[in-house]
């Protein structure tokens, strides 16, 4: 193991080389702040800075270290006068991870070296947890990503957004036409976030693609995502999910809601005239032999918009601790005033009310404009 | 995480003749996942517990994770002769059952 230790005094240098020696690990000296800094390029896994360094002292020299991410898991410890109560204030401000008492012992050294090698490699498993972590998400980011890649260009009367709850959204928004040319669109809300819920994404978004291009109903197609759901995920992992089908010609839709807040049909108004309920169980839980496609259809005459969202939507909550609530969305959409449309008003007005906070829960918002 | 607190699961538990209740209060999401299978794990374990009860009154939020975690209980539950109530679900919480549709899935009182 490589040790810095910073000390201005040479006879405690050579008092601590011995210690190292014996011990076999290897003695990065430095003799002031500067140099201590310095001596960080050579990688130490453990530095001792004593807290009256020339130039720069050992307190502001650990609170340099702590504050780079590069370093902040080396751990420091610091040589001070234990009787000095501002050495004490000093100490539990600048992010040490130990102290040894003036003047050293040989035998004080060598057991505070021992005792810290647990703590090197608790900070160890926590680099690789997190090294793993983020390769993790990278990979069921990749995922998300090439499912949505799978899908016809963008179609314009279509908006969607999202805002996740960590490093990217979890839901997922996907949408193919049948070779009669109607419109199948699928938001779905999965269980957890990452990779588990890429995991699911894969044999949902495999089953509507196939489904669709071949032409099946909406019916068909939630009874074959329940079946594969409830065959491969383990209990207690779902997707509340809603699936539509709008006619080649506009003047239907017919939906399927397990899960989701209710879908809103708004005409020119602004005036709900529908509330799509969720009336049944979300994907993956019920029973194959017990699962209910039934949909609900609607006309769409007088219809201008519907309005699809994910619970992390409603169930958003400011720094007060409010949810934005359904009310409140009902409220935004029947808004006369201003020239924005639906869309952005629901998407400008959910950001105002997070104030720049994360949701805890991935949003995600899908309009679609029957003009 | 956001830059809110975070907020706990507290769970309270009470046994009454054959009734052992699990009161949960505060934030009921994936977090509480350890805590509150310990809690159930020892009424489920207790034979002489024949009713578990899950008193949501004081849940104050409850998110999907929490939702997968009561479908696991209720599966140990149904592998015992035991039964499983949801009670006094909040206005959120009981908003949050029915568009799920759990009341498909539990007796909720």
Redesign the interface.
């Given at each position: 193991m490589k040790i810095l230790f910073a000390h201005s005094d040479a006879g405690s240098l050579k008092m601590v080389e011995a210690v190292l020696l014996a011990e076999g690990h290897e003695l990065i000296a430095a003799i002031d702040g500067t140099d201590a800094m310095l001596a960080l390029q050579e990688n130490p896994d453990l530095i001792f800075l004593d807290t009256n360094l020339p130039e720069i002292s050992g307190f502001e020299c650990c609170r340099l270290i702590k504050h780079k991410d590069q370093h902040r898991h080396i751990p420091v410890v610091l040589l001070m006068p234990t009787e000095d109560a501002t050495a004490w204030a000093r100490y539990s401000e600048c992010g040490a991870d130990g102290f040894m008492e003036k003047p050293l012992h040989p035998h004080v050294v060598r057991a505070k070296i021992r005792q810290l090698f647990k703590l090197i490699d608790i900070y160890q498993r926590l680099d690789n947890n997190q090294h793993h972590a983020e390769q993790e998400i990278r990979l069921a980011k990749h995922m998300f990503d090439s499912i949505t890649k799978r899908q016809p260009k963008e179609i314009d009367f279509l908006n969607f957004w999202s805002l996740s709850?960590g490093h990217f959204c979890g839901d997922l928004f996907i949408y193919e036409r049948t070779p009669d040319h109607h419109l199948h669109i699928f938001l779905g809300?999965f269980?957890?976030h990452g990779l588990a819920a890429a995991m699911s994404a894969l044999p949902v978004s495999d089953v509507f693609f196939a489904m669709t291009r071949n032409g099946n109903s909406i019916g068909e197609i939630v009874s074959e995502l329940n079946l594969k759901l409830y065959e491969i995920m383990p209990?207690?992992?779902?997707c509340?999910a809603t699936l539509l089908r709008l006619d080649a010609d506009y003047a239907k839709v017919e939906i399927w809601n397990?899960?989701?807040?209710p879908l809103l049909l708004v005409n020119r108004q602004n005036n709900i005239l529908h509330q799509c309920?969720?009336?049944?169980?979300?994907l993956g839980?019920a029973e194959p032999s017990e699962f209910n496609s039934q949909i609900q259809k609607f006309e769409l005459s007088g219809i201008h918009s519907i309005v699809i969202c994910s619970?992390g939507l409603v169930?958003a909550?400011n720094?007060q601790?409010e949810?934005f609530g359904?009310e409140r969305l009902a409220q935004i959409i029947g808004r006369k005033l201003g020239e924005q449309c639906i869309f952005n008003r629901i998407k400008s007005s959910t950001l105002a009310f997070l104030e720049g906070?994360?949701?805890?829960?991935d949003v995600s918002l899908a309009v679609i404009n029957l003009d | 995480m956001n830059s809110l607190t975070p907020k706990k699961l507290h769970i309270n538990v009470s046994a009454i003749n054959n009734t052992a209740t699990l009161h949960l209060s505060g934030h009921f999401s994936f977090g509480a996942h350890r805590e509150f299978k310990n809690a159930y794990k020892i009424q489920i374990d207790n034979a002489s517990i024949s009713n578990i009860v899950i008193n949501l009154a004081d849940v104050q939020y409850l998110d999907s994770s929490a939702l997968g975690m009561l479908l696991i209980l209720r599966e140990h539950v149904q592998s015992t002769s035991k039964t499983l109530t949801l009670s006094r679900p909040s206005t959120i919480t009981s908003r949050t059952f029915d568009i799920a549709g759990f009341d498909q899935l539990f007796s909720i009182n």
């Open positions: 709850a809300d269980t957890g209990t207690g992992k779902f509340a397990g899960g989701l807040p309920e969720s009336f049944h169980l979300p839980i619970d169930e909550q720094s601790g949810c359904e906070l994360e949701p805890h829960d | -």
